[in-house]
């Protein structure tokens, strides 16, 4: 589990925040009960040493100590309700003291002697030398001229000790029990409440500069997340904007630049067949003459890649086979490697088929090959291999060449980036081949990728899906 | 043979008149697709010229009237937009042929003469230039008497350019033509076969017949050099 993510600490919270709070719940709820409980015990003790203070001692001088003695016998019969009695005289000396209860849950004789004081009426919690507890009330009778008789009722404090154990081994089992149902209704509450950020996700994942025109889904829920929603649609609304004043910008800028370079381009080659001309006049006209067209050739690319930019790329979408096309590109260009001395194989014997547009597809094969064969020196060798898997058909193009720096690795699609400019020079590219067979990849719905190190040559491979024809062959 | 120009870019109209009217054509440019049109409208001409974007009446709609007038008009089609789509359209509404800019000023005028020579074919089977000889049907090729061995490309890039003697074909010309659209940007092919077809119909023979033009490509030619 991820204890960064916001659903697993808000659940912490929510959880930690209920158990506190039932924590302190379950404190006062246990004092209060034991000290309700104590209180009444001890008022009901205090009521009945009162009872007998009052009816029985008041009356002693007349009745006699033994009567005092039989009535409370008989009235309270302090053993088997589990009662501790005393009376005492006003010298010290015990006039009764009851037995031992049935329960034998304290022992009568064990109690200290105690002495009031002022007070009629008192009571304490006295801890006997076995340590049991025993609460006791004690009430002064004034009956006799030389002192007071002091009368002692008591009972075991067990029974509430009992319940008060019994309560904080439910609360000590339940607060744990809550804890955990917290978290987890608070991890089900954070789920729900981080759905639609899931949702929004998921929608901007696939997002790319091909679909911009998508937006995200936006909840009506009025709060931080509608917002969050609203403004990363915003911001997909201004990135769109800026693709397309990109797009267009290009498109326009070649469109502008082709009028003047026919202009030029017709002057020199004017210029440049007029006889009158000295030949050395001649041969700069014609230098001019070849960057001009050099010229025109980029712009032609910038143009061609603004067009797949804009989604023109199918404009033929048939079914064809890759394999026949590249070994028949690969023929066409061989000679071209064997004037630098580097050997062209190539293996696609299987047919492998893919729709797209034929045209484009062939500039695959000769952008990456030209390429291929423009980096390897004299000696090296080219291989070129078509197969099919996985639904997909793949273009592999293995060279023995000076390899691509792994720094560069990243950028060697993008436009106009050369790995090193000294090295292409001589080669009439602008470094917009790659970068014309990316987008040719991306519109026919594949990828192409790169392996290569320096000193050991590169491998590019070009990945397209099969047409459904093929793929059903494969699945036989 | 009088050519209409339709073209709102006054320097483009201009250097390709100059360029046509050395090859002895008559030109007449219109600066407007309305002026244009009174002009197709008024005129007889051989062929048309045509700018796509045109202000006023607008280019493809021009094309389609003049088709709509005279259905036998060659009419080629001269623009920047280089959508396989736009190139569709206009063949649909009636180009004969298509150009885009910036293009080289030969490829206009073997189209133009292309164009202009369309209808009773006069090709013979058998081309002879000086002493080299080929026969389209067989593919033979031979130099003074001597029988020589091309390779189809080879063959192909002779072809091209012995159609078109004396006259300077750039590489993206030869590469469009022989091989297709996809080696645009491979013009060193071009170099790399015309490598190898000179040492095998020029090397052993004192006249060279496949010149090289600094800057602007390939002539084929059995003039002596000026």
């Known amino acids: 589990m991820n204890t960064h993510s916001i659903r697993f600490r808000l659940a912490a919270w929510h959880a930690a925040l209920f158990t506190a709070f039932i924590i302190v719940l379950g404190a006062v709820l246990y004092a209060t009960v034991k000290e309700y409980l104590d209180d009444t015990l001890l008022e009901t003790q205090g009521r009945r040493a009162r009872q007998i203070a009052e009816t029985l001692l008041a009356n002693a001088p007349q009745t006699g100590e033994d009567y005092v003695v039989r009535e409370i016998k008989a009235l309270y019969s302090p053993e088997q309700s589990d009662r501790f009695i005393r009376v005492t005289r006003g010298d010290g000396s015990v006039l009764y003291v009851s037995g031992p209860p049935d329960d034998q849950s304290f022992d009568p004789s064990k109690v200290p002697l105690f002495t009031a004081g002022n007070a009629v009426e008192s009571a304490r919690s006295e801890k006997l030398v076995d340590g049991r507890i025993l609460l006791i009330a004690a009430f002064k009778a004034a009956t006799i001229k030389d002192g007071h008789f002091l009368v002692e009722v008591g009972t075991s404090a067990e029974p509430v ?21 917290a978290a987890l209704g608070g991890y089900l509450l954070a789920g729900r409440a981080l759905r639609t950020v899931e949702q929004i996700a998921v929608k901007a994942e696939v997002i790319t500069q091909h679909n911009l025109s998508e937006r995200l889904p936006v909840s009506r829920t009025g709060d931080e997340l509608e917002r969050l929603s609203i403004s990363l649609n915003h911001m997909i609304t201004r990135l769109d904007d800026a693709f397309n004043n990109s797009k267009r910008f290009v498109a326009d800028a070649s469109h502008e630049l082709r009028t003047p370079l026919t202009v030029i381009q017709g002057e020199l080659e004017n210029l440049a067949s007029d006889a009158k001309l000295p030949v050395e006049m001649r041969d700069r006209v014609g230098s001019a003459l070849e960057d001009v067209e050099r010229l025109g050739k980029i712009v032609g690319k910038l143009f061609a890649l603004s067009r797949l930019d804009a989604g023109e790329a199918q404009e033929e979408w048939t079914q064809l086979d890759l394999a026949s096309l590249v070994s028949a590109t690969s023929d066409q260009m061989t000679l071209l490697a064997e004037d630098k001395k ?68 990243p950028l060697v699609f993008e436009r106009f980036f050369r790995v090193d400019r000294d090295r292409s020079a001589g080669a009439d590219g602008a470094g917009l081949g790659l970068a014309i067979v990316k987008s040719i990849c991306v519109a026919h719905g594949g990828r192409v990728e790169v392996v290569s190190a320096v000193g050991s040559g590169s491998r590019f491979l070009a990945t397209f899906p099969l047409a459904a024809a093929n793929a059903k062959q494969l699945r036989q | 043979m009088r050519i209409l120009i339709v073209e709102d870019e006054h320097k483009v109209a201009e250097m390709v008149s100059r360029g046509l009217r050395a090859e002895r054509y008559a030109v007449d440019v219109a600066a407007s697709g309305d002026t244009g049109w009174a002009m197709a409208y008024t005129y007889d001409y051989d062929m048309v010229i045509l700018d796509l974007g045109l202000p006023g009446m607008d280019g493809a709609a021009l094309l389609r009237r003049i088709r709509g007038r005279n259905p036998r008009i060659p009419i080629l089609v001269l623009t920047a937009r280089d959508a396989t789509a736009s190139k569709v359209d206009s063949f649909e509404a009636g180009a004969d042929d298509y150009l885009t800019k910036p293009f080289v000023f030969a490829e206009l005028v073997v189209r133009v003469k292309a164009l202009l020579r369309r209808g009773p074919a006069n090709q013979s089977s058998v081309v002879r230039i000086a002493d080299l000889e080929f026969d389209r049907l067989t593919q033979h090729v031979s130099r003074a008497g001597k029988r020589i061995e091309l390779t189809p490309k080879e063959y192909a890039l002779l072809d091209y350019l012995a159609t078109h003697p004396g006259r300077v074909l750039s590489r993206t010309m030869i590469v469009e033509h022989v091989w297709d659209q996809s080696f645009e940007g491979l013009t060193n092919i071009v170099d790399v076969y015309v490598r190898h077809l000179r040492a095998k119909i020029d090397d052993q023979f004192p006249k060279k017949l496949i010149r090289t033009v600094r800057g602007a490509g390939y002539r084929f030619t059995d003039e002596v050099d000026t």
Do not use: W
């Open chain 1, 161 to 181: 000790d009992r319940f008060a154990q019994h309560l904080l081994k439910l609360l000590a089992l339940g607060i744990p029990l809550i804890g955990i149902i």
């Open chain 1, 342 to 409: 580097i050997k062209v194989s190539c293996d696609a014997a299987q047919p492998v088929y893919v729709m797209g547009d034929r045209s484009r597809l062939q500039q695959v094969v000769v952008n990456l090959l030209d390429n291929a064969v423009k980096y390897t020196p004299p000696g090296g060798s080219v291989h070129l291999k078509v197969h099919g898997s996985d639904g997909q058909g793949i273009l592999e193009i293995a060279d023995t060449g000076v390899g691509i720096p792994a720094e560069a690795l």
